[in-house]
């Protein structure tokens, strides 16, 4: 066998088992979206529904959390309220109310499946970033399919993500959306797109980190201004002052991290802890070190040419430092693109061999669960994306520039 009739035989195989790593990819995701379709409405699109349905009657879903206001159809998940025939709901931020408005007025059943349909159109747009992406680097349309199926192996996080219906796709969908904005240099949509990332705080605050390194005061000032005016029709349904409404949002953060903890203090700790230490204190500790990482990596990298690479650590960090559920692990679709494009432009096999282990490693487990292995992988798959992006500057993943 000659050289020719080598390089041919290997480009074959790595054609192939392009083909059968993406085949895996997208049978994963064909799996979650028929668990989406036969659950719909998923349940936690049923607490926004009831949360929202609850403001349109005049009361704040909140009131009824903390039995503020006692409802005989709404009552907080899990209590025996709920078991009795109850409308379940939970706690969200106000602004959030404005913007779930519309679909309300549907039925529970018809907007669930809006609001699915548009959770797979969310993750087809970043599938078809991923593979141009992927395709530039060399002309090659197995490349580019490569990377958007990498960026898609989102394991048991694409599966609770259809089957409880959760605003973990928007999130994924307007990182990008964030990221090209402020590379156009749209300071203002990129305001726009961050007040919908901060629908979720937990995983939206962390991005003014790389955005104060940047300067970029007009999109932080769109989003705030965004986000107090959409406090306003909340405000006016439920007949509150609206700096009750404010403060219901670091309330309500430390309720649900009280309830299920942090990666960095998982909610073992808080419960074993409860009544020694306050719940207010663990929480304050666990996003001090995590926003204190964020701070560390994003100096790091604040010189990159790519936005998606200088917000790498606010996604990371994102699923640190504050409580958040495995369905939020979407977001990481950004490191699984990155770790993909280093893949391509590595020529060590070592190396992509142990890129491939993070790419796996990262969307553990593909059947979720809630044992002690799977709550580690996931403690484990964060430690080491934190690793990789303090390494990320020494890659030289995207060219980097000098700035004053």
Request: charged share 15%.
């Given at each position: ?12 195989l ?5 083909l059968?790593?993406a ?14 379709i ?23 879903p909140?009131d ?15 209590t025996?309220?709920?078991?009795l ?19 309300s ?72 959306l ?13 305001g ?6 901060m ?8 991005f ?52 299920n ?14 009544g ?47 409580y ?5 692990r ?6 699984q ?12 096999t ?55």
């Open positions: 066998m000659n050289q020719d009739e080598k390089e041919l035989l290997k480009m074959r790595h054609v192939f088992l392009i059968l790593w085949a895996i990819s997208i049978s994963f995701m064909f799996k979650y979206i028929y668990n989406g036969c659950h719909n409405p998923g349940y936690d699109f049923s607490l926004r529904y009831h949360e929202v349905e609850c403001l349109r009657q005049g009361i704040d909140y009824v959390v903390t039995q503020r206001v006692q409802s005989k159809e709404f009552a907080l998940f899990a025996p309220e709920v078991a025939g109850a409308k379940a709901l939970h706690v969200y931020t106000p602004w959030e109310y404005t913007w779930f408005l519309p679909l007025f549907l039925s529970e059943k018809a907007a669930g499946g809006v609001f699915l349909f548009l959770s797979i159109l969310a993750l087809i747009s970043i599938a078809i970033y991923a593979y141009y992406s992927g395709h530039d680097l060399r002309g090659r349309w197995e490349d580019g399919l490569f990377v958007a199926t990498s960026s898609l192996l989102l394991g048991s996080a694409a599966g609770e993500l259809f089957e409880f219906a959760n605003y973990g796709a928007f999130n994924a969908f307007l990182i990008l964030l990221a090209v904005a402020l590379s156009k240099g749209y300071n203002i949509l990129a726009i797109v961050w007040a919908l990332l629908t979720k705080p937990q995983i939206g605050v962390l003014a980190i790389p955005l104060l390194f940047k300067r970029r005061y007009i999109t932080m000032g769109v989003a705030v201004a965004i986000c107090v005016v959409s406090i306003l029709p909340p405000m006016l349904m439920c007949g509150r002052n609206p700096l009750d409404l404010l403060l219901e949002v670091p309330r309500g953060c430390a309720f649900v991290a009280e309830e903890g942090t990666m960095l203090i998982p909610s073992q700790i808080f419960v074993r802890l409860k020694r230490v306050p719940s207010a204190l663990l929480g304050g500790v666990s996003m001090i070190v995590g926003s204190g990482i964020c701070v560390w990596l994003t100096w790091r990298l604040r010189k990159n040419n790519s936005w998606l690479v200088i917000i790498t650590p606010a996604v990371v960090c994102a699923l640190l430092w504050n958040c559920k495995p369905h939020d979407v977001i990481l679709w950004v490191t693109f990155l770790i993909a494009h280093f893949m391509l432009r590595t020529k060590k070592s190396i992509r061999i142990f890129c491939l282990m993070i790419l796996v490693l990262t969307a553990w487990p593909f059947v979720y669960d809630t044992s002690y292995l799977t709550k580690g992988m996931r403690r484990v798959s964060l430690a080491l994306l934190v690793y990789g992006c303090w390494m990320l500057p020494k890659l030289n993943l995207f060219e980097t520039q000098n700035e004053k």
